[in-house]
């Protein structure tokens, strides 16, 4: 099943193992491959990884309001029906913890558990949502007028990622290859549509997320540790895991462990039967 076309767009993913199904969702300018390594981590659920729009192999439509928020859980949504999946744990990195999360607060029902790595809940004030909007507009514009090439460049620059640079080098030129294999179209328009300055803060709905929560962050990430705390705070049923060795890109950095830590609160949650 290399494809699904919902909403007039078409997705890319795949679909590893069999049991109770867990969708992945990759950070920006990522893919489905971001999963990969751990294909066979997690052994005793049907891991169900995709290219978000404008990533990877899936479409990037040219209009940037077409990857907003509310219309990339309307996606999820079609593709879970489409699967014939009633319900379904989720993991999200970075971006796509934020769609996640947002993803549970729209459809609770459909989500049984939920994996935040390096996520957040918005930004809470309206001038540093208006400051993301003008850094991602600046963002999509470089994309368009020097290449993604150029981008990449720059974005491993970010302090975001210092800790990467403790990296073996094998792993960072593959990290490098899987962002240079988007397109800048796709890249470009996720910025202006689906940016963090695009979204309004859900902090004040979390506590009506009734539902097992693991926020993983890096010890190293203090920002995202900061958040998770205070998401922790919110959540009625939340837990924080803070992995040693790590920044933002727990998965990364830390795979055993952050693999580890995953398939403990997968075997705690797992459902009496399959959904």
């Known amino acids: 099943m290399p494809s699904l076309t919902v909403n007039g767009q078409r997705f890319h993913l795949e679909c590893w193992n069999s049991g109770p199904p867990l969708l992945l969702l990759h950070g920006f300018t990522g893919s489905l491959e971001t999963w990969r390594p751990f294909c066979l981590a997690w052994p005793d659920h049907t891991l169900i990884a995709l290219d978000l729009i404008g990533h990877g192999q899936s479409d990037a439509p040219a209009d940037p309001a ?19 999946l009633a319900r379904v744990a989720v993991l999200g ?25 390096g996520a957040s809940p918005g930004l809470p004030t309206a001038a540093e949502r208006a400051a993301r909007r003008q850094s991602d507009a600046a963002l999509a514009e470089l ?6 090439a150029a981008f ?6 970010l302090p975001l990622w210092a800790s990467q640079q403790a990296l073996p080098p094998a792993v960072r030129a593959q990290l490098r290859a899987q962002r240079l294999a988007n397109r800048p179209e796709g890249l470009a328009n996720s910025l202006r549509g689906l940016g963090a300055g695009e979204d309004e803060p859900v902090l004040d709905q979390l506590p009506t997320l009734g539902l097992p929560v693991l926020l993983i962050v890096g010890a190293l990430d203090q920002r995202y540790r900061e958040l998770a705390t205070t998401m922790a705070t919110h959540l009625p049923q939340a837990e924080v895991a803070v992995i040693p060795g790590a920044g933002h890109a727990v998965h990364l950095e830390q795979p055993a462990a952050f693999a580890a830590t995953v398939q ?4 705690r949650t797992a459902p009496r039967d399959t959904d």
């Open 143 to 148: 994309i368009e007028r020097e290449g993604v």
């Open 264 to 267: 403990r609160f997968l075997a």
């Open 152 to 157: 990449v460049a720059h974005w491993e620059q």
């Open 93 to 117: 990195y970075s971006l796509g913890g934020r769609i996640a999360l947002r993803l549970a607060l729209t459809a609770p029902e459909r989500v049984r558990c939920l994996i935040l790595e």
């Open 66 to 84: 077409r990857y907003r928020m509310a219309q990339t859980v309307a996606d999820l949504l079609a593709l879970l029906d489409a699967l014939a």
